[in-house]
């Protein structure tokens, strides 16, 4: 015998209601972030400007098969909580040994490079927003060192 649960709630918006906006995972960075590393597996967090607040940020690695056009791995800037507030940043959980290129999803302009080593967290900041002719890309390296 089967039972019918009711799955009614208030509508959109309202406080204490659950999302089905645009974003993928509406509670992304309310909590603290697991980092599952060691061996070849490191992390990356990038610390991003305000303004960039949701969008969504893809990664590919420089060299090999995963540079090819397609999906990517993508994550949103969310506003993560530190010890005097809030910071807006970009994790990359499990990333292999390799140097990655940043993006903003929907683009192909890499706006960051970074290294990433096994069993460390690489930090970078995201570059300041500049005139369109600008050229290069800042790079980053592992937490204490380069």
Known sequence: MSTSRDHSHPPHG???THA???????WAGQGAVLLD??????????????????????????EGEA????????VA????RVRN??????????????TYELYEKGTDRVE???RVEGGLVTRATWPAPTPADAC??????????A
């Open 112 to 114: 960051l490079t970074a």
């Open 85 to 98: 507030g809030t910071v807006p940043s970009l994790v990359y959980p499990e990333l292999s040994t390799g």
């Open 77 to 80: 800037v969310v506003a993560r």
């Open 14 to 16: 309202e406080p204490g």
């Open 37 to 62: 590393i060691g061996g070849d597996i490191g992390a990356l967090v990038v610390q991003m400007p305000a303004e960039m607040l949701d969008v969504e940020v893809e990664i590919r690695p420089v």
């Open 67 to 74: 540079r090819a056009p397609g999906h990517h791995p993508h």
């Open 136 to 145: 290069g890309a800042p790079s980053a390296g592992p937490a204490g060192g």
């Open 20 to 26: 089905h906006g645009n974003r993928e995972n509406p």
